[in-house]
T-cell receptor, first 111, second 115 residues
């Protein structure tokens, strides 16, 4: 069965600093997609970044980038120049026929 | 484009009742997926509808059902409510062309409380 593991229940970072959130997954599939979603206190899930497994190049969206290690089944999210508005729950998700989510990492950002 | 909308945003029901939640996808999207979010179980996939047909289903009892209309709007129904059904129910839409590997865009959720 496919599983997604986020081993950091909580992380904190100072404004303007960089933080990395970890995610590992287990699958026997070779073709799949990985996502990071952000859920702020409003509870609306917002797509942060998406990675196709067949692409070796790591995805980047402005201050957000991933480190995708397919052989290690690792998909970490790096947030650069952290802002107060980045404070939220972050969910890693794996997708083939449905989205499977990790348990989430709560990110706190301190001024 | 308008985003995914869900109604109602909040619901309070009592055990044994039934409830219907509604989701309107982004215009042009043909796939709607439903998820249940609870503190204990996290985010769990309920089912996906594409072109009025259930394309995928998670591991939930038959009390949870859904349907999709010709305009892609979807409803989810929970019958004989139990206390454990209290959760945030999230709806997500996607183009549906590539299946679940399409990027899914989420609505604001419906908070269901069962007393």
């Amino acid at each position: 069965a496919q599983t997604v593991t986020q081993s950091q229940p909580e992380m904190s970072v100072q404004e303007a600093e960089t933080v990395t959130l970890s995610c590992t997954y287990d699958t026997s599939e070779s073709d799949y997609y990985l996502f990071w979603y952000k859920q702020p206190p409003s509870r609306q899930m917002i797509l942060v970044i998406r990675q196709e497994a067949y692409k070796q190049q790591n995805a980047t969206e402005n201050r957000f980038s991933v480190n995708f290690q397919k052989a290690a089944k690792s998909f970490s999210l790096k947030i650069s120049d952290s802002q107060l508005g980045d404070a939220a729950m972050y969910f890693c998700a794996y997708s083939t026929d449905k989205l499977i989510f990790g348990t989430g990492t709560r990110l706190q950002v301190f001024p | 484009k308008a985003g995914v909308t869900q109604t109602p945003r909040y619901l309070i029901k009592t055990r044994g009742q039934q409830v219907t939640l509604s989701c309107s996808p982004i215009s042009g999207h043909r796939s709607v997926s439903w998820y249940q979010q609870t503190p204990g179980q996290g985010l769990q996939f309920l089912f996906e509808y594409f072109s009025e047909t259930q394309r995928n289903k998670g591991n939930f009892p038959g009390r949870f059902s859904g349907r999709q209309f010709s305009n892609s709007r979807s409803e989810m129904n929970v019958s004989t409510l139990e206390l454990g059904d209290s959760a945030l129910y999230l709806c997500a839409s996607s183009s549906g062309v590539a299946g679940a590997t399409d990027t899914q865009y989420f609505g604001p959720g419906t908070r269901l409380t069962v007393l």
